[in-house]
C-alpha cells in the first residue's frame, strides 16, 4: 500500500509544469473540483484569504522535526509570492532563524532594545537583500539573559506595533516558536489566531504535536492545519514508517503540506540559504512552496489511499500473463 496526498497543486512560477497536462488529467481535476476549493491554475498570484495581517505561529512541541526550517522557507515563498512578510523568532534561548535566512551577521538589534527604548521597531527589523518584502525581527541576543517581564503581553505588543507601522501593515507574521510548552510556547502563541504544526511520523513526535493541537484550542486558536516533514516513501511501503494517511487520522487536522526527507536540507540550512530558492528545485523545496500557496488561500490538501493491484495474467504469457 502506498499513501499519497491530492489537493490544489498550483504549478511554481517558472517551471514550466503546466503545460504538460493532458486532457484527461484535466478532465480529472474538473471532476474533482467539488472537493477541492481551489483549482490548479497557472500563472496566477494566489488570492490572500482572511483580513491582514494573519498572525501565524510555527510550532511543533517535539523539538528537531523541522520547525525553523518550515518558518524560513514559507517566510521565502510568501515573499517570492509578493507579499509582505515579517518573521519573529521567538525562541529566545536557542536563536536560529536568523542562520536560515543567512542574516545572522546583520542582527544589531533585537526586541529587547525596542522594548527598553534602546531603538525603534524599524531599526530592529532586519531586511533580506534578495527578496526586501521579507524582514527578520529577533527577540533576544545569543546568551543573553531574558527578562522575567517578558511574556505574551509583550510579543503583543510587538504584533500591534507591526500593524501600526508608518511603511504599512505586514500581510503575513510567522512566529517561530520554541520547543516545549513551558513559559516561551505561552508567549509564541500569545498574539496569534492560526497555527502550522510541523510533526514527524513517529510516535514521539506525534504525542507532543496532539498535546500541542490541545493547547492551542485552549487559547482560542482554532484555524490549525498541519505539516507532515521528512516523509520516506520507501519506508512507508515497507511498514516502517506510519503514512500521512495514519498521521492524519491520528492528530484530525487539515494538512497543509507534505514535505519528503531530502538531503539538500542540510545543506541549504549551513549556507544560510533557503531551500525554495535552490535551482532547479528539489521535491521538499517544491512541497514548501506548495504549502506556501495553500497557507495563503488557507487551502488544504487531502491523504488518500491506494492500493497497489497486481496486473491480471492472461491464459498464455503474450495474452497479460
Known amino acids: 500500500m502506498v499513501v ?36 490548479l491554475q497557472w500563472n496566477r498570484r494566489p488570492e490572500l484569504a482572511g483580513s491582514r495581517p494573519r498572525v501565524v505561529v510555527v510550532t511543533s512541541g517535539k523539538g528537531g522535526v523541522g520547525k525553523t526550517t518550515v518558518t524560513a522557507n514559507l517566510g521565502m515563498c510568501l515573499a517570492r509570492l509578493d507579499f509582505s512578510v515579517v518573521a519573529i523568532d521567538a525562541d529566545v534561548g536557542l536563536r536560529n532563524l536568523d542562520l536560515l535566512l543567512g542574516l545572522e551577521n546583520r542582527v544589531n538589534y533585537t526586541a529587547m532594545e525596542v522594548l527598553n527604548g534602546e531603538c525603534r521597531l524599524d531599526q530592529a527589523l532586519v531586511r533580506d537583500k534578495r527578496w526586501t518584502n521579507l524582514e527578520l525581527l529577533c527577540i533576544n541576543k545569543p546568551r543573553y539573559k531574558m527578562p522575567m517581564g517578558f511574556g505574551g503581553k509583550a510579543l503583543t505588543w510587538l504584533v500591534d506595533a507591526l500593524k501600526q507601522r508608518p511603511d504599512g501593515c505586514p500581510d503575513f507574521i510567522l512566529i517561530d516558536c520554541p520547543a516545549g510548552i513551558d513559559a516561551g510556547f505561552i508567549t509564541a502563541i500569545t498574539p496569534a489566531n492560526e497555527a502550522v504544526l510541523v510533526t514527524t511520523p513517529d510516535i514521539t513526535s506525534l504525542r507532543d504535536a496532539d498535546r500541542v493541537t490541545g493547547l492551542l484550542e485552549c487559547d482560542d486558536i482554532k484555524d490549525i492545519k498541519m505539516i507532515v516533514n521528512r516523509v520516506r516513501s520507501d519506508m512507508i511501503k515497507g511498514e516502517d514508517m506510519m503514512s500521512v494517511l495514519d498521521v492524519q487520522e491520528m492528530l484530525g487536522l487539515p494538512l497543509l503540506g507534505v514535505v519528503p526527507e531530502d538531503s539538500e536540507v542540510i545543506k541549504s540550512t549551513n549556507r544560510g540559504y533557503p531551500l525554495v530558492l535552490k535551482k532547479p528545485p528539489t521535491l521538499a523545496g517544491l512541497a514548501l512552496e506548495q504549502a506556501a500557496w495553500r497557507l495563503v488561500e488557507k487551502d488544504s490538501m487531502k491523504a488518500v489511499l491506494i492500493e497497489e493491484t497486481r496486473p491480471k495474467r492472461g491464459f498464455l504469457p503474450f495474452m497479460g500473463g
Open 4 to 39: 499519497v496526498a491530492t489537493g490544489a497543486l498550483p504549478a511554481p512560477t517558472g517551471l514550466g509544469l503546466g503545460r504538460s497536462s493532458s486532457s484527461r488529467e484535466r478532465r480529472r481535476t474538473r471532476r474533482s473540483s467539488g472537493q477541492i476549493r481551489a483549482v
